[in-house]
């Protein structure tokens, strides 16, 4: 019978065996997406982004696709890196940490720091040598209904939010929260320049002009009509059938293309990225009959991504 001492050692034993297993998976992992990187498979296959491919097409949680695709990009111009995580030496969460600030001329400095600094010390001297980086923005959850928000910002535009506070706390005559002064500026911004709130308050199907063809200026009311209904957001779906998340960087696309006679009208204009406009049009160019008319070079691809 296995006795106490032989019990917590078999079981410490395997404890080292997982731990050095899971840091081989690491930096196996961060080899592939290197790989995936440098091919651009994440795009050939329909994500916009290498972050986007991990969490979509790899089911990793954000915080890991965001420390992988950091590190593996910044291996690129410092080996170094990605050779200490190989040999075990440097764990991935002080690699992400240092990947902002390390540099080929500096990277002696902050490689040493970051194999033997705890990851709060090396915190302290990212923060010491770099305060800009010492503040990650993020949004976390604290209830179902409330969020943490957490951003560094300039002396300049804490003087600024303060003098909104201020200004508000006059006008309401009573005390204005710092969430409350966001939320006022927030929405006096998004009044004026959401196209889907723009849409609501001035789309009129009465107004509508006949659909037109060929490549000229979309009027008001018919972008009104595709920002309401595609809710300004990318409308592309990946394979496992959920809808791309993007609403910045939006082009309209022609699913009959103007070069085929497509209209200008709601129902032939769809809401993409720029990433995934520019991925539709690469496969309409793969498609492209080969009898006939020649068949169009990255000039003539590059043009149709804008339509």
């Known amino acids: 019978m296995e006795s106490e001492i032989e019990s917590v050692e078999r079981v410490h034993q395997e ?54 695709v950091g590190v593996a990009r910044k291996s690129k111009t410092i080996p170094e890196l990605k050779i200490l995580i190989d040999e ?5 969460s002080n690699a992400r940490r240092v990947a902002s600030v390390i540099t080929p001329e500096n990277k002696e400095e902050w ?50 939010l303060r003098r909104v506070q201020d200004l508000l706390s006059q006008k309401t005559r009573k005390a204005v929260s710092l969430e409350a002064a ?23 199907p009465g107004k509508m002009k006949p659909p037109t063809k060929g490549r000229r ?9 595709v920002h309401l209904r595609d809710e300004h957001r990318c409308t592309h779906h990946y394979p ?32 993409l990225c720029f990433h995934h406009h520019r991925y539709l049009h690469s496969k309409d160019c793969l498609r492209w009959p080969t009898g006939g008319s020649q068949k169009p070079g990255p000039a003539i691809c590059a043009r149709a991504s804008r339509s």
């Not at 790989?35 to 954000?62: I, M, N, R, W």
């Not at 966001?182 to 849409?199: S, Y």
């Not at 959920?242 to 200008?264: D, I």
């Open 240 to 271: 496992n059938g959920t809808r791309c998340e993007q609403s910045r960087w939006l082009e309209l696309h022609h699913l009959k293309l103007v070069s085929q006679n497509g209209e200008n009208r709601a129902g032939n204009l769809t809401t």
């Open 182 to 204: 966001l939320a006022h500026l927030t929405e006096g911004f998004l009044k004026r320049n959401d196209p889907v709130q723009k849409a609501k308050r001035n789309f009129c």
């Open 217 to 225: 200026p979309h009027p008001a009311q018919l972008k009104h009509e």
């Open 88 to 92: 075990g030496e440097l764990h991935l």
């Open 111 to 160: 490689l040493d720091k970051a194999t033997s600094l705890s990851q709060r010390d090396l915190e302290r001297e990212i923060a010491k040598a770099h305060p800009e980086k010492a503040t990650r923005e993020k949004i976390r959850p604290l209830t179902e209904d409330r969020r943490e928000l957490k951003v560094g910002i300039s002396k300049e535009l804490e003087a600024d």
């Open 15 to 68: 404890a080292v065996r997982r731990a050095k297993s899971y840091r081989v998976s690491e930096s196996e992992l961060l080899s592939i997406l290197m790989e995936v990187d440098d091919k651009q498979v994440f795009q050939k296959k329909g994500y916009p982004s290498l972050h986007v491919y991990c969490v979509k097409a790899l089911s990793l949680t954000d915080s890991q696709a965001y420390a992988l």
